[in-house]
């Protein structure tokens, strides 16, 4: 009888899927940097989640939402914004790609040129701040209706923008680690996974907060 339960519990524990947490093993088969960034990327995307539900919600049940942005320069600024970011997370993927085939030098490169599109993107965004703050644009009023539309357009834009700005420091810290050779092929695909989250949100904010709120006529 014993012989037979020791058998049995043998082959339960060889069939086992989850005898790979025996140790020495990664048990979500990724690494540990990985697993932070993505916990990190779900938590933030909650954050976002909750401002844009939150946004749409005012804007809905506002009967006087301004409708400030005119084609030209806004929209057309808006999108270049738009291309340049997407422009950026190709450059991103090229890094990725670099540091697997173990090429520092490309990797630095890449990293370079994405961290120029970030820059370029705060840089044309920081203008349209200062354009319509000289309209009037204030968290709690402006001259055209809906005094909340600051406060959603400021607290949406400015923490997408300061995301960015992040992103740009944090990839200039690991071009430097690796131009030093301190970094893995991981390191730059976990940097890569927020550059890309930072990407995707400003694809949500775009068509909402700029689109939405083109002038007609």
């Keep these: 009888m014993a012989s037979h339960e020791a058998t049995s519990a043998h082959l339960h524990e060889a069939t086992l899927p989850g005898s790979a947490w025996g140790g020495g093993v990664r048990p979500f088969a990724t690494g540990s ?5 993505w916990l990190f990327i779900i938590s933030d995307a909650i ?12 804007r809905v049940a506002s009967v006087a939402w ?5 084609f030209y320069p806004a929209i057309i600024k808006a999108t270049v914004m738009t ?15 670099a540091a697997k ?16 599109g970030g820059l370029a993107f705060v840089a044309i965004h920081a ?3 200062v354009g319509l703050i000289e309209e009037g644009v204030r968290l709690f009023k402006n001259p055209w209706g809906e005094p909340l539309f600051g406060a959603a357009f400021f607290t949406l834009t400015g923490l997408h923008m300061t995301h960015v ?4 420091c944090y990839l200039g810290v690991v071009a430097a680690l690796v131009k030093m050779g301190k970094l893995t092929s991981e390191d730059i695909e976990v940097s890569g996974l927020y550059w890309h ?16 709120n083109v002038k007609m006529g």
């Design 101 to 116: 085939v173990g090429s520092r030098a490309s990797v630095v490169k890449w990293l370079l040129a994405t961290m120029a």
């Design 83 to 97: 291309f340049i970011l997407l422009t950026s997370s190709v450059t991103m993927v090229m890094a990725v790609r």
């Design 47 to 58: 954050t976002f989640s909750a401002l844009l539900m939150a946004y749409s919600y005012v």
């Design 66 to 70: 301004p409708t400030p942005f005119q």
């Design 127 to 129: 203008t349209e701040w």
């Design 33 to 37: 940097k990985k697993l932070g960034m």
């Design 165 to 168: 700005f992040v992103g740009v």
């Design 197 to 212: 989250f930072v990407d995707l949100v400003w694809m949500f904010i775009f068509p909402l907060v700029y689109i939405l």
